[in-house]
């Protein structure tokens, strides 16, 4: 059954350091979010690829967040210094197209120190 | 105002009954879906069930069902005959428009099915 990978699962790392997460949905989905969810709360969405563009990234704090899908696969998600308040588990899901639901990887949990 | 809201933050259930858990949301659009996930202890999120707004019929997935009150603006998860690996977290989200767009998630249900 195909699956949405992600890497890695987690990653500690120490405040004002950069980090990177990837995504590979699964083949053959246009669509690409990327998800933040901090412990005991739901997702929240930080960006929404459309093949290699994004669609919706108004909710991604662009001084520090940068994300990419520069073929309209794989994804890469950047945060650029990291902050204390960035400890989250960051989910990537994809979807075949509209009025479909989306599938979620296993995340990776970050913890910033 | 929250677009998705979820009353219950914990149940308990005990094995073998049939589950109800709440989800009401805030939507102007007339074409919305209506998606509930589960996540247990690892992380993963599992998809469970999707509602469309125009569907008239309550939406099934094998013990999974979906109390669809479309005036009340209510979409309740029922899960009958409640097993243990149940036990997980339970988000209700909400699509607004036709399109592939972003879900907005609720805060979540903990369930925990007691033998």
């Known amino acids: 059954e195909a699956e949405v990978a992600q890497s890695p699962r987690y990653k500690i790392t120490e405040k004002s350091q950069a980090v990177a997460f990837w995504c590979d949905p699964i083949s053959g989905h246009a669509t690409l979010y990327w998800y933040r969810q901090i412990l005991g709360q739901g997702p929240e969405l930080l960006v929404q690829?459309?093949?290699?563009?994004?669609?919706?990234d108004s909710q991604l704090p662009k001084d520090r967040f940068s994300a990419e899908r520069l073929k309209g696969v794989d994804s890469t998600l950047k945060i650029q210094p990291a902050e204390l308040g960035d400890s989250a588990m960051y989910l990537c899901?994809?979807?075949?197209?509209?009025?479909?639901?989306?599938?979620f990887g296993p995340g990776t949990r970050l913890t910033v120190t | 105002a929250q677009k998705i809201t979820q009353t219950q933050p914990g149940m308990f259930v005990q094995e073998k009954e049939a589950v109800t858990l709440d989800c009401t949301y805030d939507?102007?659009?007339?074409?919305?879906?209506l998606f509930w996930y589960k996540q247990p202890s690892s992380g993963e999120m599992i998809f469970l069930i999707y509602q469309g707004s125009y569907d008239e019929q309550n939406a099934t997935e094998g013990r999974y069902s979906l109390n669809f009150q479309k005036a009340r603006k209510s979409a309740n998860l029922v899960i009958s005959a409640s097993q243990l690996g149940d036990s997980a977290m339970y988000f209700c989200?909400?699509?607004?428009?036709?399109?592939?767009?972003?879900?907005?998630f609720g805060k979540g249900t903990h369930l925990i099915i007691q033998p």
């Open positions: 899901a994809s979807s075949s197209g509209r009025l479909r639901e989306q599938y």
């Open positions: 989200a909400m699509r607004e428009g036709g399109g592939a767009d972003g879900l907005t």
């Open positions: 939507t102007s659009d007339q074409s919305y879906g």
């Open positions: 690829f459309q093949d290699e563009s994004v669609v919706d």
